[in-house]
């Protein structure tokens, strides 16, 4: 329902819809005596023979997440053992400051995930969803690669499409991330033609390839939108009335969205997949996250009261992963403590939002979401903690979901989300701006689904 966390490259956020089951909500009552775990259930013996730490107690617990009522002796014992060997290892090699995992850790991971899934399998059952991948044959940023072809000489535009091309492949064939050096290399390119946008023509070229980008504005000092012609950003030229169809968009969004909010935004673009695909997403413009562009499908904005959900979300990707609030890698990957928020792209500053909900919520349960992330069983295992199942891709995304929740929502679904929403209560600042979201929507009179994720059925769009 949302946008995409997914970073397809380093910088780029993309939203892609989930219509997940209607959550099973299992309550968790977890009692700390002694310094033992004691679980309802029969569970508590067994563990509390082994002597864990405070730490790996914890770590078993939010392991096992909404598992743990129903899980035998056994299960809870080995999958201690096996947190308790993990435990060690870790701490060994990060006491070397060695913060990369080896191999004889990773393979310990897989198997806690194993055992896992299979109690979460027995407990829930056996996945049913399928989800439906991609069509790489569908590519409309060859549409801007034939506007330019009208400007660019025959060797730069055959050396930019080879550009392009070798980046597309990398990306499907989930190798190494090349998005800033494949950019630098179209704006070496298209710096030598006066009139044309590099960052706005960068953008559109390294689009996911199912994304149809139909216009671009450009944010003013003023924090006013101005159409940008589609000749100087490779995309089509429109005449004042489709112009104006297009603004329609940028109202709509900042009928939510505080005007403010795009301060630090470069560019505001209409596009997208159709309806139920990407709703929207935000991406920096340049490697360091201080300029930003939000992109908005018009085919989401619907009576279903769910795009308001929407662009809250991606606006709280921007205020949680800009400059101040993230460091961005400037080539490899750079290894931290498991204790410090990284997803391969960027790492959250110590005082950071990111890193304070990662230090409360997904610290335990990273090494088990890792090892696969799309693995539906984490979700499953866990639905009592997470707002939408959405929220269970990966902490960013569950960050941004719990804030749509948090301005959004009467009330958390459970106990454990309730939590996630008291986090954001907790900074001023959060709350000021749930005041100012909310007083817009009120004011011009935006619905919103009383529900951030609906129930779905095959005739209806939303059921209320």
Known sequence: MRGSGKLLSKNKRFLECCLWRKKILVTALMVFMAGSVVFTGCAGENIA??????????KVLALLGDLHEDVSQKVVYKLSQLVHKG???RTEREEKENYEMMDEEYELWLEITALLDKETIRQFGENKFEEESKDFDLDYGENTMENLRKILTEKDWNEL?????AYFLTAESDEQDSYDETQQGINKIICKYKGLDVDAISLNLLDDKNQQNFGMFTITPELEVKYQNGAENGLKVLNPEEQEALKLVWKQTTDILPIKLFANFKYFKVGGDGE??????????DSEGKLWCMTVDPADITEDGLFPYTVVHEMAHYITLNEKQVEYFKEDRIAYPSERFTDG????KEDSYLQAYYKTFWEDIINDWSTNPDNPYFYYRHQSQFVTGYSATECA?????SFSAYVFLDRAPTAETQKKLNFFDSYPEFKALKYDILKKVKENKVYVNPEIEPVYNENLKSVA
Not at 49 to 58: C, D, K, V, Y
Not at 161 to 165: L, N
Not at 276 to 285: C, D, E, I, K
Not at 345 to 348: E, L, M
């Open 397 to 401: 995304e569950d960050m941004a979901e």
């Open 276 to 285: 139920l695909g990407t709703y929207a997403y935000v991406m920096p413009v």
């Open 161 to 165: 499409k080879e550009i392009r091309d």
């Open 87 to 89: 435990e060690a290892l």
């Open 49 to 58: 023979n082994l002597s864990l730490t405070h730490r790996e107690q914890a």
């Open 345 to 348: 792209q960027c790492v959250a």
